[in-house]
């Protein structure tokens, strides 16, 4: 009877142990199940995108001087050729000035006034003054050819970075930077020519008066004629010289930014104004070049972001760069991109420059295919795999994919519509194991 007793103890133990695990075997494990269906599906390209003007300049001083108070506002329409502000050329003052003292004197022997005898000192101070003037044009030259140097190597240089913006390796602001020193460049280029102009007249005028010296006692009609070639060829000079003094806008457009308000003294190459063409608007994405081959220029764009106030704007792919450059992650990574510009309706939501968007480039698109939800697919050692409900229970099945869309895949091989699938197997899940329905409460709280 003991060894009864004890076996017996042994005996329910054991039994009770392989109901427990009968138990567990057959326990059903919760999960979310969804339908393989059929429809279309289409697959995007996404990234990350910025607003920016297609035509934007920057207005900057072309000489040093003192500038007038600009006042333009951000935001302010401009035309092309509007004055926007007037430098104050010290050096150009002094040669307006003299250009104006000149004429005055040549009006005043127009008008009839006297002209005395030359005395010897006279005339030497008009040789020495024709030689002051040849060695002032001379100076001007030699700056001159300095500043053709300067200006040869800027228009090659915005040349390059125009080139390298085509391209994709340079950005926007690089490009701006290189056509605005050609811009300052070619300025002080053309300024040098207006003064050497100036200097060659200067010339002229001094051995004009060294002539009309020694000429004033032998003909007063000659006298009459120079003094008023003089004065025509003073007065040409001084309006040239005065209306490059002005600073005007090269585009029709809006101020989108002001670097200087009030009067000060500015270098040249100073930044003024920058404006651009609000209609020239578009959207920059910089792709990675792993994926940027799937990209056509036509495609079809989505465009999502909070600028957009829940607009859904019509946009295409404009224009795809032939390089691509190199970028930082955010992770540190480096990363090969290829910046792709994106044309879209901006009537409705009235967007500026500078404004971030996500963008989805529709690469792809079928009208009929069979679906699978996202949710259930995984990747497994022999590719990508979903568990099938057959009778209740979660069968391990190896697929084939084509179209991957936002939250469905195409299935190419291994379902067919109308199968049962299990979204986002839980981990205790195998091959095999009963599954169940999880109740929507339980779905939620996960």
């Given amino acids: 009877m003991k060894i009864l007793r004890s076996y017996g103890w042994v005996a329910l133990v054991v039994v009770v142990a392989a109901a427990l695990y009968l138990h567990e075997l057959n326990k059903a494990v919760p999960a979310q199940l969804g339908k393989v269906s059929s429809g279309p599906i289409e697959e995007y390209v996404t990234e990350e995108a910025e607003t ?49 003292d000149s004429l005055a004197e040549v009006r005043a022997r ?20 024709v030689e002051r003037a040849k060695l002032d044009a001379e100076a001007l030259g030699r700056s001159k050819d300095a500043a053709g140097v300067e200006l040869r190597y800027a228009a090659e240089e915005a040349d390059r970075f125009t080139a390298l913006y085509e391209k994709g390796a340079a950005t926007k602001r690089e490009r701006d930077d290189a056509d605005r020193k050609h811009e300052t460049a070619k300025a ?106 799937r990209v056509r220029v036509g ?32 992770l540190g990574v480096r990363e090969q991109r290829v910046p792709v510009l994106i044309e879209f309706d901006n009537s409705e939501v009235n967007l500026g420059s500078g404004y971030e968007l996500d963008v ?24 990508a795999a979903v568990f099938v409900v057959e009778e209740g229970k979660a069968r391990l099945r190896n697929i084939k994919t084509g179209l991957a869309g936002e939250e469905y895949y195409e299935v190419l091989e291994g379902l067919k519509e109308g199968e049962t699938v299990v979204l986002r197997p839980p981990t205790e899940l195998e091959d095999g194991a009963r599954v169940a329905q999880e109740s929507d409460s339980a779905a939620q709280n996960k």
């Avoid at 920059?284 to 994926?291: G, H, N, P, T």
């Fill in 52 to 100: 920016q003007l297609e035509v934007e300049r920057v207005i900057a001083a072309d000489r040093a001087g003192t500038i007038q108070r600009i006042e333009l506002e951000e935001g302010d329409p401009v035309g092309r050729g509007q004055t926007i502000t007037k430098i104050e050329d010290a050096q150009l003052g002094l040669i307006v000035g003299k250009l104006e």
């Fill in 110 to 129: 127009l008008s009839g006034a006297d002209v005395t005898l030359p005395k010897p000192s006279q005339l030497e101070a008009a040789d020495q003054e």
């Fill in 188 to 293: 002080r280029a053309e300024e040098l020519d207006r003064r050497l102009a100036a200097a060659q007249v200067a010339v002229q005028i001094a051995r004009l008066n060294r002539e009309t010296l020694r000429k004033s006692m032998e003909d007063t009609a000659y006298l009459h004629d120079l003094y008023e070639a003089q004065a025509k060829q003073l007065q040409k000079v001084k309006a040239l010289l005065l209306r490059q003094a002005v600073v005007k806008s090269p585009i029709d457009g809006v101020v989108l930014q002001k670097y200087l308000d009030s009067r000060q003294f500015v270098q040249p190459g100073a930044r003024l104004l920058r404006v651009g063409e609000p209609s020239s608007i578009e959207i920059r994405a910089d792709i990675l070049s792993d994926e940027v081959g």
């Fill in 299 to 330: 495609q079809k764009v989505l465009l999502e972001g909070p600028a957009l106030g829940g607009a859904s704007p019509q946009a295409r792919v404009k224009k795809i760069y032939p390089s691509g450059f190199t970028k930082m992650s955010s």
């Fill in 360 to 383: 989805k480039i529709a690469v792809a698109r079928k009208e009929r295919a069979v679906l699978v939800p996202g949710d259930a697919v995984f990747a497994a050692p022999k590719g």
